[in-house]
């Protein structure tokens, strides 16, 4: 269990490193004097001035919806098809601590820090937020479908898992930008909690 946890852990820590490089390379050329690191890259407080009731329950409904469709693609399109977490298939509950850094750091930090800490604020600063959202939801749609088409040689496949993914990652820039106060660890949880939910499935 031990070896397991550390074998994880370390191999998150690599992979936020290398997602991170990019852009804290980009903050030390032009934001460095101007604010720290973490507040650059939305690392900070949520701040919600709306009904936090109403979020919750957008959220709720949007996850449960999110989660049906990709359920049903997976289940119906295709059985080739891996979902997060497949490597604790069989594992049992000695897996959870395991699974608990593949869900938070090596996936969903990694990727809301690039997605929607990066390339949205980077590109919302200087087309607005609704480009800015729509690019990187489009690319984070990418980096789901390709690999999954790629694997699977299926066209539909490719489609499907690359626009509920996408989709997806618009709302949860609409939820950092629109209602956390531009704060990504809303979508971090968020994000990090539906890949453990999915892992836990398959221990």
């Not at 891996?82 to 594992?91: E, I, L, N, R």
Request: charged residues 10%.
């Amino acid at each position: 269990m031990l070896n397991l946890f550390i074998t994880e852990f370390l191999g998150a820590v690599f992979q936020l490193l290398i997602f991170s490089l990019v852009p804290f390379i980009w903050w030390l050329i032009t934001a460095r004097k101007k604010e720290n690191f973490f507040r650059w890259i939305g690392l900070k407080k949520i701040t919600h001035e709306k009904n936090a009731g109403n979020t919750l329950l957008i959220t709720f409904l949007a996850s449960a919806l999110y989660c049906a469709l990709t359920f049903l693609c997976i289940t119906f399109v295709s059985d080739e098809i891996t979902t997060a977490g497949s490597q604790f298939v069989g594992k049992g509950m000695i897996a959870l601590p395991a699974a608990v850094a593949y869900a938070y750091i090596r996936t969903a930090l990694a990727e809301e820090m690039v997605f929607r800490g990066f390339l949205l604020k980077r590109i919302k600063n200087k087309f607005g937020f609704g480009i800015g959202n729509l690019i990187q939801a489009v690319l984070f749609g990418l980096l789901h479908g390709i690999p999954f088409g790629l694997a699977t040689q299926n066209i539909l496949v490719t489609v499907l898992l690359t626009i509920l993914p996408g989709a997806f990652g618009w709302y949860q820039g609409w939820l950092n930008e629109k209602r956390c106060g531009e704060s990504i660890v809303s979508s971090w949880l968020l994000h990090g909690t539906m890949n453990f939910i999915v892992t836990c499935l398959s221990l």
